[in-house]
């Protein structure tokens, strides 16, 4: 958290004009000696300003300090040119955010904004009578506009109060102001209707304020029975990015950890599937919560920094080596780090990252559809990594960390055009001891490799949106009257459609227009198998439904 | 959203006189700016209501129950994200039109609520304190846009005000200004004659520090903001008469300050860096251009006389004739109108003060190095190379790496050279004109000055001065023997405006999702793999150019290391010990990592691993690391030395002599498809020698 160089508090006084009345540290604005920030003069028409201006959170710049007010103007009768102004001002290194504070500034000018038209907290305390004048005295109609206006104003500020501004009169703040300096006791301890003050002195609370906030980023200062100078600093973060359906949650801490009384009950539903395997919208499905809001909870997470998004893990998928490739060479943490992380699965079953294995395949529907084309090499795997698994039981409960240079040689190995099983099939060997899902999303979340998306398209739903409808309906009716769906070149021109086989095509003729509709959209095929909940086969067999596709590789 | 967008948020400019009677508000423009309140840019990227009727998702359906009153703006903002759609730099507007549309719908609900109050206005006293705060904001948003129609306020002030608040004390002038109310900016350089009443004193010699600290890019502008733009600025005069004839005028009406404030209300999180941005790039270079003017023949002062005439003159007419007629009777105005109108769409503004033409613009962040995360928006059809001159400003120069490749390096123009020349509005026999002409991407810098017959630092200045202004980008050479891949930033969701394009530039071509199909679906291979014959080449190197130029290929650049296996460890350590070296062995170092030392326990590395590992208790075994990879062999130690000789010992003489010339480039920095240019060495020659170590090297490829 950024600190700040100094806090102070200005009032107008009514013959000297702006003046500081407080500052912290000492003498650090105004001051004897020339040592001081910078210099007030300069700046003091942004400090109290015209009342346009008053209300508002001002910032101004001056030579390497940035000024951050709300200033507050308020107007009533018995005040003596009519207004009281003031403004709690911090100053910042101009280098310094100060976003951070300025919701608190805006609220602690307001706070002291109502307390003052209440109480006038902040006039009497200047001890001055000069900011006063004896409004009986003002001519009758006169008066009588200016009650009418405080009169309205705090009643549509607060209605909760019930205190009629015409009870403060000139005589009360006189006799206030008397026995506050003929007792020591603090000005108004025993105020009217009940309210008890503890502010002591703004010099106290502005002290108060630069200390706490300063070394504990946070305060809390009573005022009054109902009131207290409440701050605590929160980081401005940006908003969290768009997400998609298709995106994978993986967390980065413990997040049943983190679970209070307080979390929302979606947050815990959702919960217990964010294992970095799981997409989005598999996770409505698992958790059986609308997806809207398992997207928001998620973009929650995200907003907070306890997960990162990844892609679907599949063994069709294809990975290749970034730029950032050498921060495993100069990174001398991140091989270590990812030594431990890829480490062969079965003996961390029961950490927050789950392998594929461990999951139960039959419930699978989204995630294992999609890996189901390759379902054979799937299965090599699993007998290879179980096998891994029963040689390292006989070992005790030892784990085989493999070389940082091996991991190295394994990154870049991976290549365009090369699918995780073929490289598996390559690599079989080195990769005995590693959890090539943990392994791959390491690379991935740490930017030294990048997930290659395949994107398919096809030219006349992009080029002809109307001529297509037609010419796909022919595919329909050919694909349709081949039970097996084969797309077989010689049938495209039967036009003879039974009930039986025109019945079955309707749902197929929906998806069909909804795969055309992710094709306009230039959607890859993890978003089209998720949207549509199938798997990659049944897609590429709507594709030729539609005609010829080409595939992207980005 | 993120920085990577474009998003300048400028909401217009003012431009304020000092003269004896007070500051003054000389011109504004647009005619009647929005104000939104002082409110900041949302962001509107992840908003569900934009969201969902912009972009093909299932989210449209779960979202349709609960709009009924919203369909109103979701439909409404389709609309303007079609529009703008087509433009390139349709992200930047959205935070802008949800402004826009919320303040619509502000405008309707305030109308609904009005309608309401009027019913039960009996009941007025009863509003609950908590929605005051709204109902206060609702009211004065809206007061404020009606008032400045009718009124003639301006950004929710009165001129007059609005001149006073910009108008900062003499000694905050020269130097930067901001001022900000809520979350608007008000931002500029205000210029102010010194003592001796002068615009700028002159100096023989300005000191090139402060140019540079003018010029230094955005990151450093944040610290460079209190740079005191001292009154010799950085403009060599031609004229020494013309500085003084300033002073000669005694007008009664003598301008003393002038300031061209920006109001911009950038997004909360982004503040700081949107205001840099504009700050250095556009406020600051149109001021100091101002004063120069100023100075040279009161540029600004008669233009101001000038403009407060028309007003006068004029006052009677409604606003939008009465600018009408400014801008076309003033340059000054015509020029701040252009500014405004280029510089808040992100364009390049190209004005015209007092007959000199100068350029503006926030530069886009289009190029990159690195792939950013998934999650980070970037604009469409960047440009990804790790050769890429990122962060460059129009004269920085301190990118060594990239000026010491810069003559290596081709250009690939980003438009028909004849539309850039005739933009630039140069001469047909400058050699500029020349020079652009010659532009080949295939062709380097080096060879091009040749061509060009010009110095190769005119011809990197040429080239730097292209890149800058959006006209060129730096490529490595096309060659077909190069490979390229489908870049992973490629704009896959404009394929289909852009098949078109393809289409109709090279017609005899498969179209672009085939092309693209074609270079993405096997192994990648030397370009020349996909071009049916040798007639073919040229156009299908046209075609990659083109391709390069919209962002969807890449360049695959190889990269290579040196490693050092056990056996030559093992070696050279009985070597050393047969001549009385002592030497002490580390097996956990795998990278030569400088900050590494040696003496470091492997034992330490154990223990963190344990940590990662979440303490777990359990026997680790580790596999004996094999390799050393050498990260830098220029900078080898004395034992690297030894291992490297080791390697080459068993290499002929010829191959050792130009293993000594490439070794430097073998640091995973340079790619060998440079090496070859640089050192002037064969494709195969360098093979040879790659191949001959082929063993004690690791090489990676990307871009």
Redesign the interface.
Known sequence: MNDFEAIFYTVFHPTEGTKILHQVPENCIISESSNTLF?F???KN?II??S??CD?????????Y?LVGYPVSINAPHYTRNSFSFNFCFVFN??N?S?AY?SSIRRLGRIFKNLEEQYQILSKLTNDMIYFKDSSKLKENDYLTNDDLLASRS??????YTINSTTVTYNQILSDLESHTNSSTPIGTAQKDGNVLKLESVESLIQQIYQDLNNYSECLIPIDSGNSVDIKLFP??????????EDVPISMVNLEGLVDVNWDPAMLKILPYINGINSIKRISVLANS???IV?TCI?HL?YYKCI??T?IFQFSNIY???????LF??D??M???C???V?SPS?FKD?PFETPLSSNHDDDSISSSNIRSSKSSRIASAVNLLGSYSASLT????????????L??LY?SL????TVKNWYKEHSEDLKYIDVRRFLSFGVLR?LI?R?HS?P?I?SV??NENNSVFSSHQHLESLFSNDNFRDDLSNRRAKTLNNRLNKLSETQRKQVEEVK??L?????FDAICT?LEIDRKVVDQLLRAIGPY????? | ??VFLPNPCLLGIVLVITTHTGPQLVFHYPPTPKVYN?QATP?A??N?LI?SAD?????SD??SDELSDEDSLSANSQRNFETQEISKSSNYVSGQTLLDLLDEQDRRRKEKEKRKRRSNITKK?????GS?RNNSIDSSSLDINNLAKESGQVFG??PE?LSE?VT??R??CNT???????DT?FLGLPIHINEEGLWRTKKQKREAKSKHSTNASVNES??S??LVYTNEDGYNSEDKNSLNSGHEETNENTMTMFHVVFVMNPP?????YRADEMFHYVASRLSLVLRYEQAKSNFVSNECHNILKIKETNENLPIYQLYNIITEKSPLASALAKCFNSISTSQIANLQINDKLISLQIPLKNSF???M?????VLPGSFLS?MNIVGEDEEDIDNEFSLENMGYMALLLLDSPEKIISDLKADSTSPLTTFIQNIHPMISLNRLAALSEMDLSQVISFSRHLIYWRRARSIIPLHSKSVF????M?P??Q??QN??IFKADFPSLP?L??F??LL?????RPYAAIIPSKDHRDIYLDALAWLMRYGYVTQ?LTFV?L?VSNGIKLEVEEEMERDGIATKRDKAK??D?S??NTTRAKKE?TE??KS???GKE????????????L?DPERATALERRWINRILRVQTPELIQLFQKVVRYFN?KTPIELIISKENISRTELKKILHAISEHI??????
């Open positions: 210099d003069d300069l700046v942004y300003p015209k346009q201006l508002r959170l001002l910032t101004v710049k001056i030579d390497q940035k101009y280098e955010k976003s300025e009643h549509s500020i607060d209605s909760n401005q973060l940006p908003p969290p990015p768009r997400l998609n359906p609308d997806y809207v997207k973009q995200l990162i998004i892609d290749a080596p970034t730029s950032s490739i050498n060479l100069t001398s943490h091989a270590l780090e030594q431990a992380y480490v003996i950490k070992r005790a409960e030892s784990i085989i960390l493999t070389s940082k240079s091996k190295f040689y870049r290549h365009q055009g090369q930017g990048y290659v994107y398209i030219d992009l080029q509709r992710h306009r959209a230039s959607k890859n949207d080409n595939v992207i590789n980005s | 959203m993120s002082y962001f990227l992840d569900d969201d972009e093909i998702s299932d989210e779960y979202l006293n009863s509003t609950s304190s005051f002030f009165d005000f608040i900062p004390p000694q905050l930067r200004f901001e001022f900000t109310v809520d900016v944040s610290k903001h209190d909360v999180v982004e503040f700081e190095r690195n792939l995360p998934k999650t980070t928006p790790s891949i489908v870049s992973p490629a896959m969701e394929i289909p098949m078109k179209s999702p085939l693209l199909a993405s679906n096997s192994k990648p695959l290391w490693k795998f990278a990592i900050v590494d590395d963190k691993l990662y590992l979440n359990v026997k680790i075994e580790e596999e004996e690391e094999e390799d050393i990879i990260l995973g690791v090489s990676v490829k990307h871009w």
